[in-house]
């Protein structure tokens, strides 16, 4: 019974989020999403109730998150029509450079901030160094899903710093965010933008109206055979264990290299299952577009079946934070938060409009958006000040996902990030990513500075 319990709790905790979107008032004109009110609302009932609430209740939610991110992370290209890269380029060579500076400043920031600051006054882990990159750039997702890697690293409390980021990083791209929207304004840096108010009960609710109410996918088989959701989870299934035949295969490499079989840290051991899980989604589809006739994967379903994991994942994983934890390092985890606000403030105000070459304010907020909390953050503050999509900047900044993503936000490089901390500390961090940044600069410099903008077009 205690599954049957620790499903309903969830589901009611979800329940009750979406109720308080729709009636608290505050909570519409930050924007927060439903699964992070619910979350908060777990916390709370969590912290208040302590040992009187029954255990069944939160059964298994602290390793839920582990799961339910290869789940989001396989899903993430499955459906996708993969453009060639020439032509991704083109449209989103730009927006691209300015994505990977932002990404990898964050790690300046934070792994900067404990070597020079943190750890001599506060006697902080070289891990903490992270706690900026992968709770804003990874969110709720990336964060959850390190927590087995950081008890591994022996720092567990690691992805309680993380979620936590992830939290205040969401909730201040909102508020922070829709701060820079006013400026641009009042400014004239934005071509089209929309008034931005609070009579719309609709966008606020986060509720569509009954005649406008979009599909959530289509059905590519008759039900007669295979009910197409299951169809789609069944494939998710598939690239998931592919990412785990991978994960398998490179734990058994290591064994084989001479030296890494030593080491204390077994580093293919720790690299966490989700970034492999994204290869493997990648493959399935790469193959179904190579040697299927027509495609049995729709796209719409495979953002449904990503969006409902992602939503149980941030509840389970926010309601699970370890408050004490925070509160016992609650000086340095402001300051590296405030650290990485800061770099994303000073990006979009000073950065982008000398490296975006037009509608570069529309970029930058997306990108902001994106890089603080999640895609759809981004889309939320590109859609206050372009809500036609009359600009570039959504066309590039959804190309550029399709680069960035496998990368960084949760991808290979995040993951090896946290282990090479782990391993070698910050400074080979530090190093790595001042060195990208300067390579990022020059490519713009040569390649990119002064280039005219190809017109928009859809995303595939």
């Known amino acids: ?133 992968v709770g804003f750039e990874g969110g709720h997702g990336t964060a959850g899903g390190l927590g087995p890697t950081f008890v591994q690293l022996n720092w567990a409390e690691g992805v309680d710093f993380c979620l936590a980021s992830a939290t205040a990083g969401l909730i201040s791209a909102v508020v922070v965010g829709m701060v820079l929207v006013n400026w641009a304004i009042r400014k004239g840096y934005v071509k089209a933008h929309a008034a931005v108010r609070g009579d719309d009960p609709y966008a606020l609710s986060g509720v569509y109206p009954v005649d406008a109410r979009p599909e959530a996918g289509r059905q590519t088989v008759s039900p007669s055979s295979i009910d197409a959701l299951a169809l789609h989870v069944a494939v998710i299934g598939v690239a998931i264990l592919m990412g785990y035949g991978l994960h398998q295969l490179l734990i058994q490499l290591e064994l084989l290299i001479p030296g890494l079989a030593d080491n204390d840290i077994k580093i293919m051991r720790a690299f966490p299952l989700f970034p492999l899980c994204m290869i493997g989604g990648l493959i399935v589809q790469l193959c179904v577009t190579r040697f299927a006739k027509v495609s049995l994967i729709d796209h719409g379903l495979m953002q449904r079946v990503g969006g409902t994991a992602l939503d149980f994942l941030v509840v389970a994983a926010i309601s699970t934070i370890r408050i004490e934890v925070i509160a016992q390092n609650w000086a340095p985890f402001l300051i590296i938060v405030v650290g990485g606000i800061l770099w994303n403030v000073f990006c979009v105000m000073w950065l982008a409009r000398r490296v975006l070459p037009n509608c570069w304010f529309e970029r930058a907020i997306a990108e902001m958006g994106q890089s603080m909390g999640v895609t759809a953050t981004g889309l939320l503050l590109l859609r206050a000040v372009d809500p036609e999509s009359k600009t570039e900047a959504a066309s590039a900044f959804g190309y550029k996902q399709l680069l960035h993503e496998p990368f960084m936000g949760g991808g290979l490089w995040t993951s090896s990030a946290v282990l090479i901390v782990a391993a070698h500390g910050g400074g080979v961090v530090l190093g790595i990513s001042f060195a990208a940044i300067a390579i990022w600069a020059v490519v713009w410099w040569v390649l990119l500075r002064g280039r005219g903008e190809v017109p928009p077009a859809p995303l595939p």
């Open 1 to 133: 019974m205690s599954i049957v319990m620790s499903f309903c709790g969830l589901c009611l905790l979800v329940a009750l989020g979406k109720f308080l979107r729709v009636k608290v008032r505050l909570f519409q004109l930050l924007y927060l999403p439903s699964s992070v009110i619910a979350g908060l609302l777990g916390l709370l009932v969590i912290q208040i109730c302590g040992s009187h609430l029954p255990a069944a209740w939160t059964a298994g939610w602290g390793r839920l998150p582990g799961l339910l991110i290869n789940v989001v992370f396989a899903a993430l290209f499955l459906g996708v029509t993969i453009p060639p890269l020439a032509q991704v380029w083109k449209r989103a060579a730009p927006q691209l450079a300015y994505g990977q500076v932002v990404a990898w400043g964050q790690y300046v920031v934070g792994v900067g901030l404990v070597l020079l600051l943190l750890r001599p006054i506060f006697g902080v882990s070289s891990l903490f160094g992270v706690v900026v990159p």
